[in-house]
């Protein structure tokens, strides 16, 4: 059974730095497999997801949103099964629960991914 657990959430204020850490446990092929990190905010649905930045299966190619480029790095480490999220210079309205899931092709689409953690609520404070 796969598990998918985000770790790295917490209050912080703005102009801070946080680092999420996302660990797939269960699939002996995750270097096979794109990654992606996702935000959700109060009255939007699971679908309504917005994709903060993906990463490919060998880590050489990413994306992120607008919002995010210049602030949030994406990367993953294949021997620990686990990708990271950080995220620099954090604003209000960075404010939302952080998703992490795996897809079999990527992309910004949630409907890509397979697999999802239970997500790790990041608080910005003004």
């Known amino acids: 059974q796969v598990q998918v657990e985000e770790s790295g959430g917490g209050l912080v204020q703005a102009g801070d730095s946080v680092m999420l850490s996302c660990v797939v446990s269960?699939?002996?092929?995750?270097?096979?497999?794109?990654m992606g990190w996702f935000r959700q905010v109060p009255g939007k649905e699971r679908e309504e997801r917005e994709c903060?930045?993906?990463?490919?299966?060998?880590?050489?190619?990413?994306y992120y949103t607008d919002s995010v480029k210049g602030r949030f790095t994406i990367s993953r480490d294949n021997a620990k099964n686990t990708v990271y999220l950080q995220m620099n210079n954090l604003k209000p309205e960075d404010t939302a629960v952080y998703y992490c899931?795996?897809?079999?092709?990527?992309?910004?689409?949630?409907?890509?991914?397979?697999?999802w953690g239970r997500g790790t609520q990041v608080t910005v404070s003004s």
């Open positions: 903060v930045a993906t990463i490919n299966y060998s880590g050489d190619t990413t």
């Open positions: 899931g795996v897809s079999p092709v990527g992309g910004a689409r949630t409907d890509v991914y397979d697999e």
């Open positions: 269960g699939r002996r092929t995750f270097d096979k497999y794109a």
